[in-house]
């Protein structure tokens, strides 16, 4: 049991633009990732807006394997920014893990 | 009955191009019947329906002095009104016109067996020609039709439907049964798509109704009984002031819908701060803030979709309403969409099974989700629990779009997306017969091609009391029930088929074993010289023949199609079988 806390979205917000609220849970991003990073963008965007910090964490190795290709971002069909966020996320893991 | 030796009929046997005449020998057929008693011309077209062999046919009926036609050609579904007209046209009663069907019942059917399809081609005149000597002339029965409707339901469907009307010179009569106008729209204010204010709405709609002279409202009325029959109904209803008839020549039933209740502990409802989409929008329309059960703002809001909708039928739980609301997705995405406006800060959590979102309301949905709110997906199988910790309301939910994690959100308030139920108006249905569906929305008789129709002449179905429905939708199809009023009432008269059922009354015996059976209640009780007896009301009943076997006495007939004619056609086929 996990418990839903919008602080972390608002403070990922905070080293960037996010608009990963916006997913529909289409699928696109992780059909097409040639990466094939299953859990990235749309589980790991998710837990991020669901506040589920621990599995954030699980997955920063996949944040950061993310080879910024757009691939996902140019098809996504709600127009989810993909690879902004990814770099956002990384800003914020930067500062939070590294204090960078 | 009409004696055999009057019978002058006439026999056309059609090629149908080739469709016909490729496998059964058409001359042959003609020749074979030109002896029966009662023929006094057979001949062969190439095509009947042509219109050269309609005026060869119209000419022999007028110098042979024709009272009966047999047309040996395709299914009686494709030409029987061209030939009752063409009859009509040269003096002989169209219901003195027999179709045989040649063509799906004999040469299509039977390709390979030449001899064998001629042969069956000549039973079947054979069997036409006997019924037709049987035949009388019938006349069509003329209702003469009163150009005034009954709209039930004062609604924004019932309101437009009068408005229409009254603009077509129909005059109208609005029953409704609360004390006020414009049905749920009235309590709301701001409506998807555009934003409109409901109450503004209804306050136009009912302008618009005070300008009409040919428009009369009745509220806090019912209706409490029904007699007469298409074009010609009387309605009686009660208001506060007593009773009155009502005479109409058709009725629009917009008694709209009625909001799921959600029973206690479903989904936590009777906790503080658990209240349903409708009740929250009225409140909010009324002006008042977003709070919590005991008044504080609310930061996080919980939406709980699907509330008494498309649920599954359970041993414990046999009656459930299986169909999709339709409207609920919307009018929540939308709600939130208004909140978020309103209060910036809140953040919202719509719980669902599948978002049906459907055409142009999409959009919502996406603002909705790019405005910042949170759906999440749950399985029917493992709903929403809603729960409270001290004054704090904890929604549980697996989410499967995340591996199905458990999810729990504290939640000041929670919003259950309840659905649209019928009205409760089991009296209503039961006055004036209104069909319904198993979840218990008026029904159609064609929900494609006759959407607005119902199996009852006369009484037609729009708005949400027929379908969970959206109030644009529920105008086209107010609209379409006020064209087909029109249709109905402004020629002044509609005639309707003589095929219909008739009481021999030296026969009858009054048991009243035909009583029950007729699906349009056609059949009533009477005294004939003293003796119990039934009679059939001509304009109610529409000949579909399901009294006759019924009845011991052989006492019953549906004109057109009587016992004798049967018998007669049926011995002819036999005839020829045996031979
Ligand atoms: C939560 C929610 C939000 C919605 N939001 C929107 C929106 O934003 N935009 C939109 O387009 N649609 C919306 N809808 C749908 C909209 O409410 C309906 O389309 C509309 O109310 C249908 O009107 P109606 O006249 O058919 O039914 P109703 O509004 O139900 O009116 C029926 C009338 O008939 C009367 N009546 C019932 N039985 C009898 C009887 N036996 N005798 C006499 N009178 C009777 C009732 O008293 C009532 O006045 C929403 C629906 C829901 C549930
Ligand atoms: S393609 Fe876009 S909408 Fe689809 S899952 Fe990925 S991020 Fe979400
Ligand atoms: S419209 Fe949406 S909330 Fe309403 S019943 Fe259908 S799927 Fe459920
Ligand atoms: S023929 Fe059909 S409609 Fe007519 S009275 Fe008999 S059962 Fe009723």
Redesign the pocket.
């Known amino acids: 049991m996990t418990r839903v806390n919008a602080e972390l979205l608002k403070t990922v917000e905070a080293s960037g633009e996010f608009n990963a609220v916006a997913c529909m849970n289409c699928g696109t991003c992780t059909a097409l990732c040639p990466l094939g990073l299953t859990n990235l963008p749309r589980e790991i965007f998710r837990d991020v807006v669901l506040g589920l910090e621990e599995k954030v964490l699980a997955n920063v190795e996949t944040v950061f394997s993310c080879l910024l290709c757009r691939m996902c971002q140019v098809n996504c069909p709600a127009e989810v920014k993909i690879a902004d966020n990814v770099r956002t996320l990384r800003v914020h893991l930067n500062k939070t893990l590294h204090h960078l | 009955m009409k004696p055999e030796t009057q019978s002058r009929i006439g026999i056309y046997v059609c090629h149908c191009g080739g469709n016909i005449s490729d496998y059964v020998d058409v001359a042959q057929v003609a020749a074979a019947v030109a002896q029966e008693p009662g023929v006094t011309i057979s001949r062969t077209h190439m095509f009947t329906c042509s219109d050269a062999a309609q005026q060869e046919i119209i000419k022999d009926i007028q110098e042979q002095k024709l009272n009966g036609l047999v047309i040996a050609s395709c299914s009686p579904k494709l030409h029987m009104y061209t030939f009752r007209a063409m009859a009509e046209r040269a003096g002989v009663n169209p219901y003195q016109y027999v179709q045989v069907n040649l063509r799906e019942q004999d040469s299509w059917a039977h390709t390979h067996h030449r001899d064998e399809a001629t042969r069956k081609g000549i039973a079947l005149v054979k069997a036409g020609i006997a019924k037709s000597r049987l035949s009388e002339p019938l006349v069509p029965l003329r209702v003469n039709t009163k150009p005034r409707v009954l709209v039930?339901?004062?609604?924004?469907?019932?309101?437009k439907t009068a408005l229409a009307l009254s603009d077509l010179g129909i005059a109208v009569d609005v029953?409704?049964?609360?004390e006020?106008?414009?049905?749920?729209?009235?309590d709301?204010k701001?409506?998807?798509?555009t934003g409109q204010d409901?109450q503004a709405l209804v306050a136009e709609l009912e302008q618009a109704l005070a300008q009409r002279a040919n428009i009369k409202v009745h509220t806090q009325?019912?209706?409490t009984g029904r007699s007469g029959n298409l074009g010609d109904f009387t309605i009686r209803i009660r208001t506060p002031q007593g009773e009155q008839d009502l005479n109409v020549g058709a009725l629009v039933m917009?008694?709209?819908?009625?909001?799921y209740a959600p029973l206690p502990q479903e989904f936590g409802f009777g906790l503080p701060g658990v209240v349903t989409?409708?009740e929250l929008?009225k409140s909010l329309s009324r002006g008042e803030p977003l709070q919590t059960s005991d008044g504080r703002p609310v930061k996080t809001l919980a939406f709980i979709y699907c509330v008494g909708s498309r649920q599954k039928k359970t041993a414990a739980q046999p009656q459930v309403n299986t169909h999709c609301?339709r409207?609920?997705c919307?009018?929540?995405a939308?709600?939130g969409l208004n909140l978020t406006g309103a209060y910036p800060a809140l953040r919202q959590y719509h719980l669902y099974r599948d978002v049906r979102t459907y055409g142009k309301h999409e959009l919502i949905f996406g603002e909705n989700r790019e405005k910042g709110a949170v759906y999440v997906r749950f399985d029917e199988k493992e709903p929403p629990v809603v729960s409270t910790e001290g004054a704090q309301l904890r929604v549980k939910v697996k989410d499967t779009l995340t591996r199905r994690e458990e999810l729990e959100i504290a939640a000041d308030l929670v919003v259950l997306?309840?659905?649209?139920l019928p009205?409760e108006?089991a009296?209503?249905i039961n006055i004036l017969k209104v069909p319904v569906d198993r979840n218990g929305f008026f029904k159609e008789i064609h929900p494609k091609l006759r959407p607005v129709e119902t199996v009852m002449d006369g009484l037609f179905i729009?708005?949400?009391?027929q379908s969970?429905?959206?109030?644009?939708?529920?105008v086209s199809s107010?609209l379409a029930a006020v064209s087909k009023c029109g249709a109905l009432l402004k020629k002044g008269y509609v005639d309707l088929e003589p095929m219909i059922a008739v009481v021999k009354t030296d026969k009858c015996t009054g048991c009243n074993a035909c009583l029950g059976v007729c699906p349009y209640q056609a059949i009533e009780k009477t005294v004939c010289d003293g003796r119990d007896q039934v009679t059939v009301i001509p304009f109610s009943c529409k000949g579909c023949g399901a009294c006759v076997p019924l009845c011991p006495e052989n006492a019953l007939d549906v004109k057109g199609y009587t016992d004798e004619q049967m018998t007669a056609a049926i011995t002819a086929l036999a005839q020829e079988a045996a031979v």
């Open positions: 039930v339901g004062g609604g924004v469907t019932g309101l029953v409704e049964r609360s006020r106008l414009g049905g749920w729209v009235a709301w701001k409506l998807y798509p409901g009325a019912k209706v917009a008694t709209g819908f009625a909001a989409l409708p929008k609301s409207t609920c919307t009018a929540a939308h709600l997306v309840t659905g649209m009205r108006n009296e209503l729009a708005g949400a009391a969970p429905r959206l109030i644009g939708e529920a107010a």
